[in-house]
């Protein structure tokens, strides 16, 4: 583990409009072995709103890494990693689409948008909490994430 890595918390935000996906998530990184503060927009929007902090997130905290769900209202995660991704002040921050579809389709169109990794949420509570862990020990102490 990297040394810079434990001294600081990993700013988490996920993108996330099922409340029961964002209360399991909650619970699973509240497990985490490397401080982590999770921070949630329900839809494309908000997400967008929080990252560029515009009002009335002026004071969001730059995360270090995005969780994103694919089907969301208002602006769907495709279109809020298309947007992240050609920003040249946000692209830098690794982006897990985290999501229940297992299509090809969706996978090819998120790598081709540049998403760092496709993750298929598990139906199984056990196997969600050890995805979850495994997003830890992958992000957050085996690479190096960007400095905010």
């Not at 990993?10 to 699973?28: F, G, K, S």
């Not at 009002?55 to 994103?68: G, N, T």
């Not at 969600?128 to 905010?148: A, D, K």
Request: aromatic share 6%.
């Amino acid at each position: 583990m990297s040394p810079v890595q434990l001294t600081r918390t990993i700013e988490v935000l996920l993108v996330e409009d099922n409340p029961a996906d964002v209360m399991l998530t909650r619970e699973a990184i509240g497990e985490w072995k490397v401080p982590a503060q999770l921070h949630v927009a329900v839809d494309g929007v908000e997400a967008l709103a929080m990252l560029r902090r515009n009002c009335p997130y002026e004071s969001a905290v730059r995360p270090d890494l995005i969780l994103l769900d694919l089907n969301l209202p208002r602006k769907d995660g495709r279109e809020v990693l298309a947007e992240l991704k050609t920003d040249v002040s946000l692209r830098s921050i690794p982006v897990v689409v985290l999501t229940t579809s297992q299509a090809d389709p969706d996978i090819r169109r998120c790598y081709e948008l540049n998403a760092n990794a496709y993750v298929v949420k598990a139906a199984d509570l056990d196997q969600f909490f050890r995805t979850m862990h495994s997003i830890e020990e992958f992000w957050c102490n085996i690479v190096r994430l960007p400095r905010r």
